[in-house]
């Protein structure tokens, strides 16, 4: 069975400045994908990045970055030069990979609430 | 992602009328995924389809609720006498064939009951 936990409820985080949004994962499946969402308070959901069990590096994609450490199963979230804009609800997933690609449901964590303070 | 679109955005239901909720995937993806969201929760996973069938409805309630996504057309989410406790947001997501990597949701529809 899946599982994703975010043990920060909230954190605020000074304009500029980087922040760390940790999550961590269990599952006995090889093959999993990770993800990460951004949700504004307009409520839509942001595909912000993705990491592959088997990927060598960790993922970037602009100002984010995920700290993938496979042995502790975890995926943090890191936003580098924090903008007000990135003040949301951030929510880290996990989907298993069965050979055949089918593909399995996405499984959320509890999510993380960001402030970036000006 | 604009491409999966999601409608109603918002719906409002007197208790006992029937909600539906439409998803259409983007292009080329044959994967949806429902999910809900309660105030100030994380998604809960509801059903998992493809075209016409249901692949894990696990995350369903055993009444009132049923999805289907047929050959042809949207997905669609059906929530039969609705009461309050169904006011949520209701997530649509789809994925690709071909990748692992592109999990795309909509903007959802936020179901109001009065």
């Known amino acids: 069975a899946q599982k994703i936990t975010q043990t920060q409820p909230g954190m605020f985080v000074q304009e500029k400045e980087a922040v760390t949004l940790d999550c961590t994962y269990d599952?006995?499946?090889?093959?999993?994908?990770l993800f990460w969402y951004k949700q504004p308070s307009s409520g839509e959901m942001i595909f912000l990045i993705y990491?592959?069990?088997?990927?060598?590096q960790n993922a970037t994609e602009g100002r984010y970055s995920l700290n993938f450490q496979k042995a502790r199963k975890s995926a943090n979230l890191v936003i580098s030069a924090s903008q007000l804009g990135d003040s949301a609800m951030y929510f880290c997933?996990?989907?298993?990979?069965?050979?055949?690609?089918?593909?399995?449901?996405?499984?959320f964590g509890g999510g993380t609430r960001l402030m970036v303070k000006p | 992602n604009a491409g999966v679109m999601q409608n109603p955005r918002h719906l409002v239901r007197r208790r006992g009328q029937e909600a539906r909720l439409r998803c259409s995937p983007m292009?080329?993806?044959?994967?949806v995924y429902w999910y809900r969201q309660l105030p100030e929760e994380g998604l809960k996973f509801m059903v998992y389809?493809?075209?016409?069938?249901?692949?894990?409805e696990s995350g369903m309630p055993k009444e009132r609720f049923s999805a289907e996504f047929p050959k042809e057309g949207p997905s669609i989410l059906r929530i039969q006498q609705v009461v309050r406790g169904d006011s949520a947001a209701y997530f649509c997501?789809?994925?690709?064939?071909?990748?692992?990597?592109?999990?795309?949701f909509g903007q959802g529809t936020r179901l109001t009951v009065v």
């Open positions: 997933a996990m989907r298993e990979l069965p050979p055949n690609n089918a593909g399995n449901m996405l499984t």
């Open positions: 990491q592959g069990s088997y990927d060598q």
């Open positions: 292009k080329g993806h044959s994967h």
């Open positions: 389809l493809q075209k016409e069938n249901i692949i894990d």
């Open positions: 997501a789809s994925l690709g064939d071909s990748s692992n990597t592109e999990a795309f």
């Open positions: 599952t006995s499946d090889p093959s999993y994908g």
